[in-house]
């Protein structure tokens, strides 16, 4: 398989350049029709999502898809590609594998080990079975990419223990509230750490999330993103009377939440409790705020306490999903070593039972009309004389297919049998 994946994410590329390469479920039929129409692409899967936006392309025999891609990128967006070049990565064959199993199974994303990319990598694959560029080639691997999530999901850890700051924050705050499906948090501060809070909080499910920045663009931008609500960062105080939880990370040298602050804040919200995470160096909120009533306060320090403990965790649960991937990857190997020697099993079957129907006319011609129980013990001897001759030289392909010299073992037992490549589709193997 002359397999290339494309790929621009959040771990390269800026929002605004991820924003420009996007593209939604209703466009993305057309899109992969585009990509067909490439006459080096024979099938072609999109996986597009806030992080990241990939093309998984395979190319015909001898052909380059990069190439293919190239074109097709400065004909359909209208760049040029070599301006955009560094932010894309470029995965191909055993690589590409690797990392389509890394991405479905959370390894890859910006908040590790998140359930939703697996959703998403999902309708990926329906889109393009139903735009019929998915096919003989995509469809196993896709089937393996899928299975090896769930094993990562089902056998490791991988998501359960946050070692960052900011994951850590979210951590507290489910186990603070039992659940945050409900709750309305509200992000101070759009920077990357801001960022990480959010998507972890939008990964656990928040009804409402309320995003504020001393630039109100960034908080738009990142609001867009999450499907919350800008706020403007003057009216962070309004908007606090409604919030559940807040997380503030602006980087500003003094502190923007004090006592006095947040006890009027609480008068408002007549005692209802409000928990609030520092995660800024130096802190945005004053120490003394754990003194009002209803207001719980962490900072920086209790959190890494919580990090610290989990590092350990996530070390043996990617080592886990390490050992997944390379099970996986070598199984997809090995299965698609067999391909290679399918044609030739298809084709001699096929050449024996030509010889076997052959042999069944001559034999009618000589003895006359058989009877419905002759012709039946006649069909099934000379069926099950076929299956034991043939059982040795497919279990020898098989095995050949694992070994260096296999191209020239197929092709003596095709000389021997005198065989013809099928013209048909190649058989594929789930």
Avoid at 68 to 87: I, K, L, Q, T
Avoid at 187 to 192: C, L, M
Avoid at 226 to 238: D, K, M, N, P
């Amino acid at each position: 398989m002359n397999l290339v994946l494309v790929g621009i994410s959040h771990k390269l590329a800026p929002v605004e350049l991820r924003e420009r390469f996007t593209l939604n479920e209703q466009i993305i039929p057309e899109v992969l029709h585009r990509l067909q129409n490439e006459p080096e692409v024979e099938e072609a899967v999109i996986i597009s999502t806030c992080n990241r936006v990939e093309f998984v392309l395979v190319a015909f025999e001898n052909q380059d898809g990069m190439a293919a891609f190239r074109r097709f990128a400065e004909s359909f967006y209208g760049v040029r590609f070599d301006d955009y070049s560094h932010c894309f990565y470029v995965h191909r064959d055993e690589e590409a594998v690797r990392h389509l199993c890394r991405v479905a199974s959370g390894l890859d994303s910006l908040v590790l080990g998140e359930p939703q990319v697996l959703g998403q990598v999902k309708q990926a694959y329906f889109l393009a079975r139903q735009a019929e560029t998915c096919g003989n080639a995509l469809e196993p691997l896709f089937h393996r990419v899928f299975n090896t999530a769930k094993r990562v999901r089902t056998e490791t850890r991988v998501a359960e223990a946050p070692v960052s700051v900011s994951s850590a924050a979210v951590e507290l705050a489910e186990q603070t509230f039992g659940g945050l499906q409900d709750k309305t948090v509200m992000i101070i501060g759009a920077g990357q750490m801001g960022e990480l809070a959010a998507r972890h909080l939008v990964s656990k499910g928040v009804a409402t999330v309320l995003v504020s920045n001393r630039t109100h663009a960034h908080a738009v931008t990142l609001a867009q993103e999450l499907r919350g609500l800008a706020v403007h960062f003057g009216e962070i105080w309004r908007a606090m009377r409604d919030a559940d939880i807040v997380i503030s990370s602006t980087g500003c040298p003094h502190f923007i939440i004090t006592r006095d602050d947040m006890q009027r804040l609480m008068t408002e919200r007549q005692g209802r409790p409000i928990f609030v995470m520092d995660i800024a160096v130096p802190r945005d909120v004053d120490p003394a705020v754990r003194e009002v009533a209803g207001c719980t306060l962490v900072n920086v320090d209790g959190l890494e306490r919580v990090t610290h403990h989990n590092l350990c965790e996530r070390q043996k649960a990617m080592e886990v999903a390490d050992r997944i991937l390379d099970q996986e990857i070598e199984l997809f190997r090995s299965r698609q070593e067999q391909l290679n020697v399918v044609p030739t099993i298809v084709s001699l079957r096929r050449r024996v039972e030509d010889i076997r129907q052959s042999e069944m006319k001559r034999m009618r011609r000589l003895f006359g009309h058989l009877t419905p129980e002759q012709e039946r013990a006649v069909e099934a001897l000379t069926q099950g004389l076929v299956n034991k001759i043939l059982h040795t030289p497919f279990t020898e392909l098989k095995h050949a297919a694992s070994r260096p010299d296999r191209t020239e073992f197929i092709d003596v037992v095709r000389t021997i049998f005198h065989l013809q490549e099928d013209a048909a589709k190649p058989a594929t193997i789930h």
